[in-house]
């Protein structure tokens, strides 16, 4: 929680580039209570707002809410390596870095997604796209953030904010 106690960050991962933004961000004057990549990552969503996930480089998956807005801000590093799964149902909106801290929670769906079991079965396919094996629980897909509207429990904005250039130069 930042010092004003507006937003609060759950992570899981590293930002490898931490100090350079660091340094960035003192330079426009904020001031840092750690020597962590927790405080960094923070502060750059305060100042650069959903933006700050193009300055990461890293393994990563996060939710800050913002108390004010009433809304989250979750990202996912670029490769995915760092997993976020999500619910959106009738008890609100539910998150967590693997399946059964979901199923904790009451109204969770433990049905088979038939559709994915068959490509797994049938293709191999294990992590692709925003479905998971089970139904009506999602996974933010690699180089992906989203914006949940918590009095909904709705995502309102997903956006792919990176992806590999194959053009010849």
């Known amino acids: 929680t930042c010092a004003n106690g507006r937003y609060t960050l759950v992570y899981n991962g590293e930002i490898y580039n931490y100090r350079e933004l ?3 961000l003192e330079d426009s004057g904020y001031v840092f209570h750690s020597r962590t990549d927790t405080e960094v990552l923070l502060y750059s969503y305060i100042h650069w707002g959903k933006e700050c996930v193009l300055k990461f480089k890293g393994m990563f998956a996060f939710c800050i ?3 004010k807005e009433k809304l989250l801000f979750c990202g996912r590093d670029i490769f995915g390596i760092k997993p976020l799964f999500y619910q959106c149902g009738e008890n ?3 998150f967590a870095s693997e399946l ?3 199923f904790e ?3 969770v769906s433990r049905s088979l997604n038939i559709k994915r079991a068959y490509e797994y079965l049938i293709f191999g396919l294990a992590d692709v796209g925003h479905e998971t094996m089970v139904d009506g629980i999602n996974q933010l ?3 992906y953030y989203c914006i949940v509207d918590i009095n909904t429990a709705r995502v ?3 956006k792919r904010y990176w992806k ?3 053009s010849i130069r």
Do not use: M
């Open 156 to 158: 309102i904005e997903k």
């Open 164 to 166: 590999v250039d194959l």
């Open 65 to 67: 809410y913002d108390s």
């Open 22 to 24: 660091r340094k960035e």
């Open 100 to 102: 059964p801290a979901i």
């Open 105 to 107: 929670f009451p109204g």
């Open 141 to 143: 897909p690699p180089s």
């Open 92 to 94: 609100g909106f539910t």
